[in-house]
């Protein structure tokens, strides 16, 4: 991805916006790009809850794709002062404590509602962290009501020469995982 474009983009909305930054820095990280600002007065560029930046992160990921060509957005996050991998670490601290209550009582957890993104990182965290290999994780609901739900692994022993059977997940109606 080219880093000029994405500081050039990010400067000129930031500039238009009348938000002031004093450095934009442009990093790889595995599949996605990290663009971390620094700024004196961060809390106006993060705005309520992290609203304005989710806004900036949308329009530059549109820039980008339009001045790219690209086919679909890229895979931007936009930080500032480490607003951002604050909220990362948090969702995982969450994700590790309800770990704890899913072992402990067996039954599934539901995070609260989350966007796309803290999904991700809450599914990431769970499969790739070796003391969480006993969960597994799926998304449920719709929308701005889409949340995480934490579960134990099903324990299933096949004896040698055993044929495995599909096996579908129950829910409320038992068509969760049927592509209608």
């Known amino acids: 991805m080219d880093h000029s474009l994405i500081e050039t983009a990010l400067g000129e909305l930031m500039k238009h916006l009348d938000l002031s930054f004093e450095k934009i820095q442009v990093t790889e990280e595995g599949e996605f790009t990290r663009v971390d600002i620094t700024a004196s007065d961060a809390s106006r560029i ?61 039954s599934r957890v539901a995070l609260a509602p989350m966007s796309p993104y803290f999904r991700r990182i809450v599914h990431l965290h769970v499969a790739n962290t070796p003391s969480l290999q006993d969960l597994t994780t799926e998304s449920t609901g719709e929308g701005d009501y889409r949340q995480v739900v934490l579960r134990l692994k099903a324990k299933s022993v096949v004896k040698d020469a055993e044929e495995l059977s599909p096996v579908m997940e129950t829910g409320e109606s038992g068509l969760e995982n049927l592509d209608i």
């Open 46 to 106: 993060i705005g309520w809850h992290g609203e304005t930046l989710n806004s900036l992160q949308h329009l530059l990921k549109a820039i980008v794709r339009a001045k790219e060509n690209l086919d679909r957005s890229p895979f931007l996050v936009l930080d500032i002062d480490g607003y951002r991998r604050m909220q990362e670490d948090k969702v995982r601290r969450i994700a590790e404590q309800k770990a704890d209550f899913v072992r402990r009582t067996g």
